[in-house]
Structures are given as C-alpha cells and as structure tokens.
C-alpha cells in the first residue's frame, strides 16, 4: 500500500507560477512511475505529466514548454512545477504512482485555480 500526500495548490494569477510536491511513503519510491492528472468540473481526468523511474519526462501537448515535472528519490517526493499559468489549467490535480507488480495508487488532490 502506497500513500500519497500532494500539497502546493492555490489561487494565482494568470501567467503566474505555483509548484505542486507529492510525497509518497514507502521504501520503493524509485521503482514507481509518477505522474500528475488533473480534472476539471464536468472533464474527465487527464494526463498532465509523468516521469519514469529512470527520470525520462512525459507531457501533454497543452503544458509543453511551461510545466515541468521532477522527482527526488531520496525524499520520496514528485514535483510539478507550473509556469505560465493559464485559467483553462484550473482544475483538481492528482499525484499518480504505478508500479506493474505492486499497483497503482492516487492522491486525494489538491485545488489549482488560475484566476484573475
């Protein structure tokens, strides 16, 4: 069983800048591909970013170039920085973990609204 605790959502402006952490417990952080989703009110939830245990960067075409998703083996934490904010990026975003032989687990997500 896999716990994950997303936390850096908020109220920004647009253009503006906001870094969502997930921290993840367990001892093998580093086997599991992490990812960001997101869902908006009446959207179905989507692919925003994921990254390997090898650290290779997967985006969706609609935050290329302006998000960027990291990790840190050692701290058991996922990163998603988000730059260049735009309204249409305001929804619920949610930390992702799979590992084909153990399973794949969700955070309880944190609110993003881009807002003037």
């Known amino acids: 069983q896999v716990q994950l605790v997303e936390s850096g959502g908020g109220l920004v402006q647009p253009g503006g800048s906001l870094r969502l952490s997930c921290v993840a417990s367990g001892s093998i952080f580093s086997l599991y591909t992490m990812g960001w989703y997101r869902q908006a009110p009446g959207n179905e939830r989507e692919l925003v970013a994921t990254?390997?245990?090898?650290?290779?960067?997967n985006y969706a075409d609609s935050v290329k170039g302006r998000f960027t998703i990291s990790r840190d083996n050692a701290r058991n934490t996922v990163y998603l920085q988000m730059d260049s904010l735009k309204p249409e990026d305001t929804a619920v975003y949610y930390c992702?973990?799979?590992?084909?032989?153990?399973?794949?687990?969700w955070g309880q997500g944190t609110q993003v609204t881009v807002s003037s």
């Open positions: 992702h973990a799979n590992y084909v032989p153990i399973g794949a687990y």
């Open positions: 990254i390997t245990s090898g650290a290779s960067p």
